[in-house]
T-cell receptor
């Protein structure tokens, strides 16, 4: 089946630094989603991307849908302590029309040192 | 309630025991999903309901796993004869339609000993 590879697996950064993480796939995705999961909670949708080349922002977060449709990037500017958590990329299967389950990456664990 | 509610939050089961996990979706949400999240991994799709109809159960790992949503609202995920490999967080999500903008619950952490 489809697999999503996220990197890095974990990041240790200083508060105020910018963060960049990415997600790649061996197959094409038509939708890319970025989620954040806090300990003991379910994932929360941050940004959804629906078109190749699309660049979308949500506050300090910016995500891009790669031109090849096989990758996506998430950037966080001026990180703050509440940005700590695990960031997942996700996408629907090839035939996905909303009624199918998502494939998730293994996550990037963001740790911020004050 | 305002969000997706799952119960219990934690469940410890002895190997071989049957368990039932409950999900209360957001009122009026048509779509309901169950995911399994092992430690250090991303969520993995188990099954999908549209109202009371189970339209996709391709992710259920074995016939010991069974899910139902008889009245199109509350859903129950049942695991029979639990095994240690079933230990995971089970997440439920719901959405108002057939789209990806769904809301996850906080999950049930199942530990099989």
């Amino acid at each position: 089946g489809q697999q999503l590879n996220q990197s890095p697996q974990s990041m240790f950064i200083q508060e105020g630094e910018d963060v960049s993480m990415n997600c790649t796939s061996s197959s094409i995705f038509n939708t890319w989603l970025w989620y954040k999961q806090d300990p003991g909670e379910g994932p929360v949708l941050l940004i959804a991307l629906y078109k190749a080349g699309e660049l979308t922002s949500n506050g300090r977060l910016t995500a891009q849908f790669g031109i090849t449709r096989k990758d996506s990037f998430l950037n966080i500017s001026a990180s703050i302590p509440s940005d700590v958590g695990i960031y997942f990329c996700a996408g629907p299967p090839d035939s996905g029309g909303g009624a199918d389950g998502l494939t998730f990456g293994k996550g990037t664990h963001l740790i911020i040192q004050p | 309630g305002a969000g997706v509610s799952q119960s219990p939050r934690y469940k410890v089961a002895k190997r071989g025991q049957d368990v039932a996990l409950r999900c209360d979706p957001i009122s009026g949400h048509v779509s309901l999903f169950w995911y399994q999240q092992a430690l250090g991994q991303g969520p993995e799709f188990l099954t999908y309901f549209q109202n009371e109809a189970q339209l996709d159960k391709s992710g259920l790992p074995s016939d010991r796993f069974f899910a139902e949503r008889p009245e199109g609202s509350v859903s129950t995920l049942k695991i029979q004869r639990t095994q240690q490999e079933d230990s995971a967080v089970y997440l439920c999500a719901s959405s108002p339609g057939v789209n990806y903008g769904y809301t996850f619950g906080s999950g049930t952490r199942l530990t099989v000993v």
